[in-house]
């Protein structure tokens, strides 16, 4: 990955971020055949998280892009999921992910590492272009010229595009550029995320799938991945403060066991063989939808336009999807003004209703809630995002 020579093309597409919503957008605009290089900070490209949901609209965009069958040879078929009741472990509400579901929504869920997906997106992208990825360019700063943008980083480059793309998530310096200052909201919950080999698990908690357990002000998720060989979890609690935005702390075990003491033993017993190299802890931040994205020849992509906590597990197919609609827009040729404002007008209302009901959802979770609440809130949820399909929406 070597540094990029300034003044590129005009024509090229800036991708700043190399994390799942850049790679996503190069790879979707390079099958389209349009210039695009990615520029990173990081002096090595790399993603960090443990696992996540793919839901079926986030498996059909993945097909879309070419590397679903890459993902697919680490992934877990989780098969069901079920919401537990915090002290006693009854089953309060239970979904079938096999074969109906797949059938009823045309693709099929997944548990996968964040870094599976990461990394097929990275391997398509180099293949297709070994210089596409830049590493070590922190964006500072950008203006408009002449039929487009020119981007300034820390490393004293600067470089030539016809558009910029922000995809530099929750702390994006592109979103200030574009002039938004809304700093995020401390949501009153601090996640404590663990990854371990199920061999360290009783045998009963080795399967393959997806566990809510639902308590008040509190809830844990619990599923395995990499073929069911790594159970990963993330509990989630009330807490008064929270300074650090991110999730990259080190967690500490007995902490979570103290905040967790009176909830079932299974619970208690994932959260203490957590590894101490592989559990971290973060507060989670929220921020109100944004009603645009772009300004001139900038815009917005996945967490920088459209952070969303964790609970409807939709961050990053709502980025994948992001790549997809923008690509496709700036495919129809009608010039970078006209493509940004296809482009909001087809994920603004949808990002937003995902960003609002994350929030619904964790409120759900974190009370005992009855089973005919949690059936309806699941079915009418699945009913929105499931059969969505970027790579076909009318533009």
């Known amino acids: 990955m070597n540094n990029v020579k300034s003044n590129l093309s005009n024509s090229r597409i800036l991708v700043i971020g190399g994390g799942i919503g850049g790679l ?16 990173e900070r990081a002096p090595e490209l790399g993603e960090v998280g443990a696992g996540v949901m793919l839901t079926p609209n986030a498996t059909r965009a993945l097909e879309h892009l070419g590397v679903l069958g890459e993902v697919e040879a680490n992934a877990t078929l989780p098969g069901l999921t079920t919401v537990r009741h915090f002290q006693t472990g009854e089953a309060m509400s239970s979904t079938d992910l096999g074969e109906a579901f ?7 869920y997944y548990c996968v ?3 599976d997906i990461h990394q097929a997106l990275l391997k398509a992208v180099i293949k297709n272009d070994p210089q596409c990825v830049h590493t070590s360019h922190e964006f500072i700063d950008s203006m408009e ?10 490393n004293g480059k600067t470089v030539d595009g016809g558009l910029l793309v922000g995809c530099d998530g929750v702390r994006s310096v592109v979103r200030t550029k574009i002039g938004f200052q809304d700093g995020a909201k401390f949501t009153h919950n601090i996640a404590w995320r663990g990854l371990i080999p199920v061999e360290d698990l009783p045998v009963h908690q080795r399967g393959p799938e997806i566990t809510i357990w639902s308590g008040p002000k509190r809830h ?4 395995t991945i990499r073929r ?3 159970k990963n979890y993330v509990a989630i609690a009330n807490s008064p403060a929270w300074e650090d935005e991110g999730w990259s702390k ?5 902490a979570a066991l103290r905040e967790f003491e009176d909830w079932h033993q299974d619970v208690r017993a994932i959260i203490g063989a957590t590894p101490v ?22 815009t917005l992509l996945g967490d920088a336009a459209h952070p969303m906590l964790p609970f409807l597990a939709q961050g990053a197919a709502m980025a994948i999807e992001d790549a997809i609609i923008l690509a496709r827009c700036l495919e129809k040729g009608s010039g970078v003004a006209l493509a940004l404002e296809n482009y909001e007008r087809l994920r603004l209302e949808r990002t937003a209703w995902c960003q609002l009901q994350a929030r619904e959802a964790g409120q759900l979770f974190q009370r005992v809630s009855k089973k005919s609440e949690l059936d309806g809130d699941r079915a009418a949820r699945a009913k929105q995002l499931y059969g969505y399909a970027a790579d076909k929406v009318a533009l």
């Open 228 to 230: 069911g060989r790594i």
């Open 102 to 108: 797949t059938k009823q929504h045309g693709h099929r």
């Open 250 to 254: 080190r967690s500490n075990i007995g």
């Open 220 to 223: 844990v998720v619990e599923y």
């Open 24 to 39: 996503a957008l190069a790879l979707a605009l390079q099958r389209r055949g349009m210039p695009v290089a990615v520029f």
């Open 145 to 154: 010229i002449d039929g487009g943008v020119r981007a300034h980083f820390g």
């Open 113 to 115: 590492h964040r870094v």
């Open 277 to 298: 190299d592989r559990g971290y802890v973060w507060g989670l931040f929220d921020r109100d939808p944004l009603d645009h994205w772009s300004r001139g020849p900038l």
